[in-house]
């Protein structure tokens, strides 16, 4: 049932062969109108990787159950081998790492790869130092008087420069994400921010229009020695007049420092404006096109987390193993849609201290536009090309694209299990064809990252781990008390790796007996710990096994229990 957990079976997917026979439900959701995205991006896991088993936890209804979901994925029992996710929460944090990013880093940090929709925000934001549109006066009044909105540099000379013209077609929604960098009080209580903004969505770019918003956000932040509250805005507003509207979005200080941040002298006060999932039938002030020069960055959250790697996209269509030319450009581009990302800061850590870790986002970019067999918008018409339509939705979004990075991932430890998530995305990393089209540039990029997967470049880059096997005989058998026993102890390596490298025994001794000696074929001398032997035996190839001789001397009646192991780098 939804919103339990449990193994689901005989679903429409899984009746198709679109699932695996069964997947288990860590939590799934049961709030109403749920679109069953989870299943759809299962689906496209199960495409690329259909080995692979599958368990789904839901990212709702909140922050923290989110990164509950996170950590149960990554502990016992489920154990996931990689994870994806294609959830953000607009108030997560922007510089700094809030409870879904710390779960999501910890998850990376036990050993399991970690990949996230990077966005579909384009290029709809603003990065910039604050700048008091009259810095002359600074004043507390609400509504807002207009002397301390952010100047966003129109160049008017008037208070026009401290809104952002934004138009609207019937019944488009605008909802703006604000935030500064400050630490969230939420995320380190006692340490919240030092810094009080407001926003404002006004119907005239004047004071008139402040005094009667259309919509506003005016929690309580703190000022400087006195933090509370999280650096955190948000305003939404829906044209409902039936025709093209403009309204103006506005920001004002109402408390704090202007200049520089209280936690750190030579750092200035930043903000960051986003206007989440904006149509494509409206248009922002300053955001002239879809190219990195306007606009951006507008990549924030738990994908900017140590060690997790931000998925953009690119429609399949256009890439060189079908037909580049597609527009914009004649070569391969990502979406439009995908978010600007680049150099980014969290400039606090857990406990709200100063402590500026860099990020440049996304990672790496995939594909997006694969067929599942009920989730996502219509069937894309490309003219018969690539048979397409074909009676199947197709997935698009950095929410499709993020799934298909995993499910690659997943083939990867599916070759070598014992890869960290590092040397992972290091294999697609590494092999990754360069994207060039509009929006993107040469070499790593803020809109597609290093490039696209090459699912068979990533994995043939791997080498597969060598199959090590040990046989141990002994001589005399059985032996006279107080005579000595020869173990011999042969380790062949099966391939396909060859050779094995840092190849390590390890022998228990049994605890009656008196060692006498060990030697080695190759590499060091054993060293001997207790009962505990070490015999370091370098490379073995699938030529030449290596052997130890290890003698004891019996000393009781009974039965002697001798045990051996041996690991090496690629085993």
Known sequence: AAGVAGTLTGSPSQDSSDLPATVELVRADASAGCTDEGAGMAELVHDIAPAAAIAFATANPSQAAFATAITALC????????????????????????????????????GVPFYSAHGNDANNGFRQNFLDINAAIDDQAGPPTGNDLHNWGWGAGTIRDGFIAVTLAAGDQLLVNLQWNQPFDSVSAGAGSQIDMDLY????????????????????QGTTGAPAGDAFEFASHTNNTGMTQTVYVAVDHFAGSQTTIPQNAATPVELRLIFMSLPSTSSVQGITDGSSAFGGPTAFGHTMAAGVSAVSAVPWFDTAAFDPTYLPTASTDPERFSSRGGALTIQFDNTGAYAPRSSFEPDISAVDGNNTRFFGGSDINLGGAFGEPDGFPNFFGTSAAAPNAAAVAALIRQRNSALTPAQVNTALESTAIDITGFRAAAGDDDVTGIGLIDANAAITSVTPPADLAITNTDSPDPVAVGNNVTYTITVTNNGP??????????????ASVTFVSATPSQGAACVRAGVTLTCNLGNVSTATPATVSIVVKANAVGTINNTATVAGTES
């Open 75 to 110: 502990s016992a029992p489920v154990n996931a081998t990689v994870v994806v996710d294609d959830i953000s929460y607009f108030a997560e944090p922007m510089y700094q790492d809030g409870i879904i990013a710390q779960a999501a880093a910890a998850c990376v940090a036990s």
């Open 201 to 220: 969505i006004a119907p005239t770019p004047d004071v008139a229009g402040l005094q009667t918003p259309l919509a506003k956000s005016i929690a309580t």
């Open 497 to 510: 790796t060859s050779p094995a490298t840092g190849v390590v025994l390890t022998d228990t001794l049994d």
